[in-house]
């Protein structure tokens, strides 16, 4: 008997660290990577305010946010900055050169402390700060549009993309919407609508569990119901589905 219920006890605690394990999607690796690996120093917070650079014509650093279509064209631009510290365009600048030379800091080269995914999830990461990546439909842009003037990517991070700590919460973090979790959690369109009108799903309102983790959480999901304007959830959904879409051309995380 007592072998039974100390089996069954391995089982459930076993399950509960695999449920809670973390699936962070690439922007909120990279974003995680860009603070250990010390970017923010000169970049600022999340790469939105860059640093002084005395000695250059533009005299601070680039942040992430505006000034990264001043440097990048391109995702492989972005690549190349943070694996070899400058693009192939700028390094057969002798111009460039100069410049870079005669300012106080540079850009370092992290391809001999990173391995290739450690530099994906920054290029991830970077290109969602600058939000070079954008819905062509109408609707989905439109939700775009209405998730950012309702707060949403205050907590989910630009674009929906990140997954930022939440103390207390079922897995500490305030899950995106183009990761692994948001399918256990908004199973289709209907469940989408419960969230967002009322700050919680049925089924999860109904579950004891879920209930005590989602009381526990540090920040709590809001009911938008009073805020939403005709058109709005549909419009919104309409982003998501894209987002998860595009999420999944990208490959695995």
Not at 52 to 77: A, C, K, L, T, V
């Amino acid at each position: 008997m007592f072998l039974s219920l100390a089996v069954l006890l391995l089982v459930a605690v076993a399950g509960m660290v695999l449920a809670r394990r973390p699936f962070l999607p690439p922007a909120e690796r990279g974003r995680r990577l860009a603070e250990r690996e010390g970017c923010f120093g000169c970049h600022g917070p999340e790469g939105t305010r860059g640093a002084g650079n005395p000695g250059r014509p533009h005299p601070w650093i680039p942040n992430f946010e505006g000034d990264q279509m001043m440097y990048s064209r391109s995702e492989e631009d972005v690549r190349a900055w943070i694996r070899d510290g400058v693009t192939p365009a700028k390094a057969a600048s002798e111009t460039w050169k100069k410049e870079r030379d005669a300012g106080a800091l540079r850009m370092p080269a992290f391809k001999d402390c990173l391995g290739p995914r450690q530099i994906e999830d920054l290029v991830a990461f970077v290109t969602v700060v600058g939000g070079t990546r954008s819905p062509v439909a109408s609707l989905a842009l439109r939700g775009r549009q209405r998730a950012k003037s309702l707060g949403c990517f205050g907590c989910h991070g630009p674009d929906g993309r990140f997954a930022r700590p939440n103390p207390g919460s079922f897995k500490g973090y305030i899950p995106s919407w183009d990761g692994n979790d948001f399918p256990d959690l908004v199973r289709n369109r209907a469940e989408f609508e419960e969230w967002t009108r009322n700050g919680i799903s049925d089924r999860f309102a109904g579950n004891v569990v879920t209930r005590f983790f989602l009381r526990r959480a540090a920040v709590k999901m809001p009911a938008f119901d009073r805020f939403l304007e005709p058109g709005d959830l549909d419009a919104l959904w309409a982003y998501v589905e894209w987002l998860r879409a595009s999420a999944e051309s990208e490959g695995p995380e």
